[in-house]
């Protein structure tokens, strides 16, 4: 049975904040702004202890968007998948049965002219439940950073897709990434024990293991700072400990929940430990192989990093 279209009122936006007050308000000026405004936004301000609620409160109310934007107060940071569900979970309970579908975006991400469209012509023209922007480097659109993904079905490793290219992406970018309510309520959460990495591939991955189909909306672009926050964006060898092994172990996380091949798994995983032994990232190594083999030890790296730094919204 053909669906019928989604408008873009129906549509709710949903923004995850950490210590990054300015930069979420300003997406929220930039997005309702534009040709692609959503008809509501939920802002969850997730435990940054900064005053960041306070700041985006006063922001939200000086756009005049008090009306269209929803802000929730997580009492900590429990990463990005945690902050985008209590924020549909807020939503619906506040709003029951406004949103006929979910629009995570970035902070530091800006949707093009037209994104919004698109993303919801792409659900419409594909018969699809998820859709998904093309992302281009936030200073230099010239720049494409990918247009979905592809996932090696033995490793689990990620490679971006090129836009126009035949092959379908095997997951969309969390930067900027539509889906249904239909889908949502037949899903359930996006897996939160990532904490960051991989929790939107996992969420793909689950989607299309139930039937729901992806697109790629190829003429939906969004800006966005890569790794702006966590550095992951800093280039090989560059990036932050925290980042670089959290990434590299929620890979083999990844690849054993959704993959089911034992052996390509652990050699992914031995080719990650390997890479960073060649870069005298000793410290890493030793990290990386505890976390990636030991739930226990993964959950305590976590928090130890919370802690310290507060992690990260994205």
């Not at 923004?15 to 308000?25: C, H, K, L, Q």
């Not at 970035?106 to 919801?120: H, S, Y």
């Not at 093309?134 to 689990?156: C, H, L, N, Q, Y």
């Not at 060649?278 to 990093?305: D, N, P, T």
Request: proline letters at 5%; charged letters at 25%.
């Amino acid at each position: 049975m053909e669906k019928a279209p989604i408008a873009p009122e129906e549509v709710c936006c949903v923004v995850v904040n950490w210590r990054a007050a300015a930069e979420t308000a300003e997406c929220l000026a930039e997005l309702f702004a534009s040709d692609s405004a959503p008809g509501r936004a939920v802002v969850v301000e997730n435990g940054s202890g900064d005053g960041s609620a306070e700041l985006l409160r006063s922001r939200i109310a000086e756009l005049g968007l008090a009306d269209r934007v929803l802000l929730v107060e997580s009492p900590e940071n429990g990463g990005f998948a945690k902050g985008c569900n209590l924020g549909i979970a807020k939503v619906r309970e506040t709003f029951p049965g406004t949103a006929k579908a979910w629009w995570l975006l970035n902070n530091d991400a800006r949707p093009e002219p037209g994104a919004l469209g698109a993303l919801l012509r792409a659900l419409g023209a594909e018969g699809a439940d998820f859709a998904g922007s093309r992302v281009v480097a936030f200073d230099d659109p010239s720049r494409e950073i990918s247009a979905g993904g592809w996932i090696d079905a033995r490793t689990g490793a990620s490679a971006p897709r090129p836009s126009g290219h035949p092959r379908r992406a095997d997951y969309l970018e969390g930067a900027s990434l539509l889906f249904t309510e239909r889908a949502a309520l037949a899903l359930g959460p996006i897996p939160e024990d990532y904490f960051l990495y991989f929790e939107e591939t996992d969420y793909c991955f689950l989607a299309r293991e139930a039937g729901f189909k992806l697109a790629v909306a190829e003429d939906s672009v969004v800006r966005h700072r890569v790794g702006a926050s966590t550095g992951s964006g800093a280039g090989k060898g560059n990036v932050p400990e925290f980042a670089d092994c959290l990434q590299a172990a929620n890979r083999v996380r990844f690849a054993r929940r959704r993959l089911h091949r034992p052996f390509w798994t652990f050699a992914g995983l031995c080719g990650s430990v390997l890479l960073r032994a060649r870069r005298g990232q000793w410290r890493r190594c030793a990290v990386l192989a505890r976390i990636a083999l030991s739930e226990r030890a993964f959950v305590e790296y976590v928090e130890r990093g919370r802690r310290a730094s507060g992690g990260d919204a994205r």
